[in-house]
């Protein structure tokens, strides 16, 4: 893991979570989605760092180095907010920005929501904030994609991580790579969403569309033949008992807001993040263009140029 900061374990009140630290200055606490970790944030935790914050990438709960219960609860968005809240405690930060991706994002979102006093900015990469639906969101997709939707296989117990974990190398190929041609995710419509039988009964994966060298994909292979599959499948497992939580909470985010997606992110496209004015009155947005959705890898320098102009404009070299 060259040029990536050293393991620094930190007890967030009960839960040992993987951090991994650079810089001085205001914290920018980087938040990866699914199935990432913290080595996601390799490429902008050095930008941020030389540009005067601190730069503070963790694997969350249940990936990596982290802990990882097997108890499904422990994963639903009122744990894990209350996991980056503790982990600010114990490492006596008031506030901090957080920057989510993917899974990352549908967190600190919701942490601005849940922890507003903790949040000084919120980034979210490729993931919008949006109210909750009017009905249970499991419903809503099995109802527009049918029963192979992996939010909806997901939700049987132990069998998409057994699957996944049957060949780890071949499934971190077939999830990082560039994005297919318009033409081709037309072809699959709905198939494109079923990552089990993709995996299960697809080609090999293509490697000329890979994004992630040999090495970097030795990382996530190790890191998962640690973890498992577990804990992140548990995150869509509480799809809908995040829905009941939040379905309660005030959906206007009052804090400073910036959304950067990608132009060809498929499943979370620029048009998902349409009307999030409407609840985040201090929002600026931005679209990297000929970015699918691993824009970390894709396009870093793109994405560090974003976050840290962002930034510099939004908090200059005052404190967080």
Known sequence: MRNFPELRFVDAGGVRLATYQAGDGPPVILVHGWPEIAYSWKNQISALAEAGYRAIALDLKGFGRSDAPKDKALYDIRHMTDDL???LDALSIDRAVFCGHDWGGAIVWPMAQ????????IIGVCTPHRPPPPAPPLAIIEKRFGPKHYFIQFQTANEPEALFASDIERFFRLMFRRPARAADM?????????????FRDGPPPDSASAILSDAD??????AYQRSGF???????????RNWE??????PVIVRPSLWIGASNDFFL???SADGMEAF????????????GHWVMWEQPEALNALIVDWLARRYKASKI
């Open 85 to 87: 809240a503790r982990l």
């Open 114 to 121: 849940l922890h507003a006093n903790r949040v000084a900015g």
């Open 186 to 198: 037309e072809r699959l419509g709905v198939r494109l969403f079923d990552l089990v039988g993709r």
């Open 217 to 222: 994909l030795r990382v996530y292979i190790d």
């Open 230 to 240: 577990h804990g992140g499948i548990n995150l869509y497992r509480n799809v809908n």
């Open 245 to 250: 939580i939040m379905r309660a909470v005030d």
């Open 269 to 271: 496209p620029p048009a």
């Open 280 to 291: 985040i009155p201090d929002l600026e947005k931005a679209v990297i263009e000929a970015c």
